[in-house]
């Protein structure tokens, strides 16, 4: 039986996967970051097991990383502030070991693939995570958007509230980007609640849904998608979907066409955060037949 | 000898030109955008001098566009507010009249395909124009950028510049987007003076440069392109790119790596908007070997 790796190389969770041909999970496990070696050890012994039936892997990394084919850091995890892990060879020290064809993404990318391959007819779509952070993977006829790196799209400077104009946001670098105003951390920042302890009327939900309408719009604008899937914890609140689209109408106002809203901006499609390990079994087993 | 021909279909006015196999134009004429009939009837009149010599023909069009393959209205200017051209065959016209082959994009499109042939070792590259409004093209890889449509990253929400809270922006759509705040019109809406009238000392400059230097910080995040052009009237005043330049690297704050910021955020290479003729030539010349 062939088989396809997946890691999903997460700053907190390495979760290790195997799939089959039809992108089934047929073993997962998963572990928690701490420094590279030890980290890549255990994933190096997790697919060991493997080794006899596993074709090819896909990495969906945090990032930044170099995905850039040629470049002499290709592979790398590179200016992460992530403590140890800052210039990190993760494809070298796992093709040294496992030697398989590999494909390295970013985590967001990954998730990407993964919600437009359970998907019909898609082949253009933009995944934004919202949870501790904002991330978002883009695919525009089958494949990544990126020049000389990948995206930073929840780090895109937004448009304030008029009822947050006093807030200064909580991004390290940036203060008030997109990250700073609408990632989990400024709702407790804000109320002094916890995000998930926030009662759904509380008038916060309404700014955060302002600020991820406006994610949805600079995607709309920037990249012409067929769909935009909202993934991550924030967007879990069951109120916010309909809050987001209902924001995003008023902020588009019919300056270009989209689909019918219900199609165009949705809940992921794979439960329990699993897109991008159906992206990642995906992206293996097309390397396989590209490289 | 091969001719290949461009044709700039504006808002105001129609450029339409000859060039040889080196992409040099032997012929240009200009005139009125007036109604479709008229106006498309005096390119066919014009190219039909030429066309024993005629290769091809690429038509950089002001939209919204359909410039989908494929599509059933591919090749028309769609829902345009612009009188008389909405909902016209562009292509159809011109292709029944002039039987050659053509390839259609945007007129922000063609200038970043002609930015992006002068230079060396380039193929990711994001133009904009900031004139009487904004637009933005975009491409990768060699190609343009977009799923179900072309961009529109004129309309993109933008931060508020702490000195503007009270301004409302002037885009007919969106207020406050981009455009309403930073093109041409804003800079009259908010001083009375016409905005190559206002002095170099005015701090509505800095206002400006901020808003323009989150468009590049835009397309930084969501393209990681190689090179950014600012072309159009606005950028002629000779002290923005610099203000620009500044207000980009306090915003970016080193989030992610770019090049040198002399190379990285650029006026156009071709003069007198002449962008859009070369990337037109090119465009249609790969349109023969491609199609």
């Not at 290790?16 to 012994?45: H, R, S």
């Not at 390295?104 to 995570?129: C, H, I, P, Q, W």
Request: glycine residues 10%.
């Amino acid at each position: 039986m062939k088989l396809y790796g997946s890691i999903e190389a997460g700053g907190t969770k390495f979760v290790c996967a195997v799939g089959n041909d039809k992108l089934e999970i047929i073993d997962i496990i998963q572990f928690p970051t701490t420094k590279p070696k030890e980290t890549l050890e255990m994933t190096v012994n997790y697919f060991e097991r493997f080794k006899d039936n596993l074709q090819s892997v896909s990495v969906a990394s945090f990032g930044p990383i170099d995905m850039v084919r040629g470049s002499k850091t290709y592979g790398y995890i590179t200016s992460t502030p992530k403590l140890f892990w800052d210039n990190t060879n993760i494809i070298g020290f796992l093709k040294d070991r496992i030697p398989v064809i590999y494909y390295f993404t970013t985590d967001v990318n990954a998730s990407a693939f993964g919600e437009m391959v359970v998907r019909k007819d898609v082949d253009s779509l933009v995944y934004y995570t919202i949870g501790t952070g904002i991330g978002g993977g883009v695919i525009q006829s089958g494949h990544e958007i990126g020049g000389v790196g990948h995206g930073e799209l929840g780090h895109i400077y937004v448009a304030k509230h008029p009822a947050d104009y006093d807030f200064d946001g909580v991004c390290p670098f940036h203060g008030a980007c997109l990250e700073g105003l609408a990632a989990g951390p400024s709702l407790e920042a804000r109320t002094g609640i916890k995000g998930e302890l926030i009662p759904e009327n509380h008038p916060v939900w309404d700014i955060q849904a302002f600020y991820i309408a406006q994610a949805v719009m600079q995607a709309t604008l920037s990249f012409r998608p067929q769909i935009i899937v909202l993934g991550g914890g924030v967007m879990k609140q069951s109120h916010m979907l309909k809050r987001v689209k209902s924001e995003f109408i008023k902020l588009l106002n019919g300056y270009v066409s989209i689909p019918p809203i219900d199609d165009y901006i949705v809940l992921p499609a794979v439960d329990n955060n699993g897109s991008a390990t159906v992206g990642n079994f995906w992206l293996a087993k097309r390397k396989l037949t590209t490289d």
